[in-house]
């Protein structure tokens, strides 16, 4: 790592050590409550949810909704209020599901290609026949911040073209400044800022095979039938696609280039962008499958009659997979720790505050969202569209696979150095005596791989807890026992009941991330943004 990374990780360090210097000092009211997170009761909402008898949560399904209808009793028996739409708990969602047919490009060169092998096509949840040409251009990373010092489209005319990158950020990124720059909705939007009308992601990794779903992409809907949430698309982009490792070499060689030097220029920082000195025709046909999601919301009332306004959002997704390829006979990824865990987690928190005897002043809003899996599509939807007011919610934390496998010693927050949020996470974690460390896997893009990201985009401060390195055997490599943990059970049917579980470290994951939303709660001031940090304009 460049020197960019330790600077950063002090001023991280800098950034709460004011926070843990004095520590906070709670009433016996909220001590009491705290204690009242049941590791039987988590464990108990974890079964329910990763039952087989639920076919893995997808949305738009029979399990889903037998989630959704669990979710909303525990919610009234812990006098949680509703916060949804017309009185009731449950924001509707519209998802589309956009299937690809007869995908064809061509080069105009005559670089023979094949549909699976070389290149693949998201297809288009708007216009079903597309079909035109244009010519290429390489535009590095796709990224565009002058402001940070790097910009791939500087001096290169894209309008009209279609461009090639590759995912990646500059070694000088900090890991969540990285993850947010390579993040595809980031590169989507940018290449449409620029006048480009097409974006291809090219795979510069030579093991990886490219693989195509029949599962289809998802996007929401609003009620006019306009796209307002995706990852995939963009309304100025008639293509987004991707291309394989050996047609990208193939690309880059006629241009004179080779794959590693041109990654070795991205990384140092200098952009490399050229036009490729070809263009390709493309058609794609695509069919839909509209299905109903829901997003729960609950509110618990503020005390403060201005603050009570207000609102601190715990957030967490209520989807998974479904049913789909089977491994070992089995075919139902049934979520348990993504996310049934984090679900039990935000019950716990609930169950906080049912014993807190004295409110928060500002109100919290616990809120349940659908289709994390297909891309943060019901968090992205609520934070554009929330059930309370626009500009009401300050802060989100978001519980999102907590892997309660050890012991909870150290955490890591996930987008908290971006704001004045360190402070709460600080004073909460030095009250439960844990430490606050750096991302112990900053490639994991871990950040913007959940639904605190959304909220970011919507100009909130948010954050997402992980675990930190340190284990109880005083090794403090706890990602060495995550590694083997992730293969064989992340996005699996393995992922159920039967798995490793420590419901003592989920009872100490909701009473962090109950502390650090009820430390929000309390402030008189807003959490905000870091002064020039790259999401204040967000």
């Not at 997170?37 to 997808?58: E, M, S, T, W």
């Not at 069919?287 to 009570?308: C, F, H, P, S, W």
């Not at 209520?318 to 390829?325: E, K, Q, Y």
Request: aromatic share 8%; hydrophobic share 40%; net charge positive.
């Amino acid at each position: 790592m460049k020197l960019y990374q330790p600077l950063f990780v002090l001023l991280f360090i800098a950034a709460i050590r004011p926070a843990i210097a004095q520590q906070i000092k709670l009433t016996a009211d909220v001590k009491q409550a705290l204690t009242k997170v049941n590791p039987d009761q988590i464990k108990a909402d974890i079964a329910f949810l990763a039952d087989d008898k639920l076919k893995g949560r997808l949305p738009g399904s029979e399990g889903f909704q037998m989630a959704v209808d669990y979710m909303i009793g525990r919610l009234k028996s812990l006098g949680v209020k509703p916060a949804g739409e017309n009185g009731t708990y449950l924001q509707q969602v519209k998802l589309r599901r956009t299937f690809l047919k007869e995908p064809l490009i061509t080069f105009d060169n005559g670089i023979p290609v094949k549909f699976g092998t070389d290149y693949n096509i998201a297809a288009n949840p708007v216009v079903p026949s597309v079909a035109f040409g244009a010519p290429l251009a390489f535009a590095g990373y796709g990224i565009s911040e002058p402001a940070l010092g790097y910009d791939d489209y500087a001096g290169l005319d894209v309008k009209g073209k279609i461009v090639v990158v590759t995912r990646g950020a500059p070694d000088k990124f900090s890991s969540s400044v990285a993850a947010h720059t390579a993040n595809a909705g980031s590169i989507l939007k940018t290449a449409a800022a620029h006048g480009a009308i097409g974006v291809i992601t090219a795979n510069a990794d030579s093991t990886s095979r490219m693989t195509v779903s029949n599962r289809g992409t998802y996007n929401v809907l609003d009620g006019k039938g306009n796209v307002v949430v995706s990852r995939t698309y963009d309304a100025k982009l008639s293509l987004v696609a991707v291309m394989g490792y050996q047609l990208f070499n193939t690309l880059l060689k006629q241009s004179g280039k080779t794959i590693p030097d041109v990654l070795a220029q991205l990384k140092a920082g200098t952009p490399g962008s050229f036009p490729l000195g070809t263009g390709i025709k493309v058609s794609y046909n695509s069919t839909y499958q509209d299905v109903m999601g829901y997003n729960i919301v609950g509110k618990i009332e503020g005390t403060d009659a201005r603050l009570k306004n207000q609102y601190v959002v715990h957030s967490a997704h209520l989807d998974h997979l479904g049913i789909s390829t089977p491994v070992d006979g089995d075919s139902i990824y049934n979520g348990a720790h993504d996310n049934a865990s984090g679900c039990a987690s935000l019950l716990g928190i609930s169950t906080i505050y049912k014993n807190l005897k004295v409110k928060p002043k500002r109100s919290i809003l616990t809120v349940f969202v659908t289709g994390e899996e297909l891309g943060e599509l019901g968090s992205g939807y609520f934070a554009k569209h929330p059930t309370v007011p626009v500009g009401s919610m300050v802060a989100d934390v978001n519980t999102d696979m907590p892997t309660i496998i050890a012991p909870l010693l150290s955490v890591t927050a996930l987008g908290a150095e971006h704001s004045s949020l360190t402070k709460q996470v600080g004073q909460a974690a030095d009250y439960l005596g844990l430490a606050v460390e750096d991302d112990p896997e900053p490639k994991q893009a871990r950040f913007t791989r959940s639904d605190q990201y959304s909220f970011v985009l919507a100009g909130i401060p948010a954050l997402h807890i992980k675990y930190g390195s340190k284990t109880a055997d005083g090794k403090n490599n706890m990602n060495d026992l995550v590694a083997p943990w992730r293969a064989k059970y992340y996005h699996e049917p393995q992922d159920d009941i039967n798995g490793i579980f420590d419901f003592e470290a989920g009872k100490k994951y909701a009473q962090l991330n109950f502390l650090i939303g009820y430390l929000v709660a309390q402030d008189p001031a807003k959490p905000t943004w870091n002064k020039g940090d790259i999401f204040a304009t967000k």
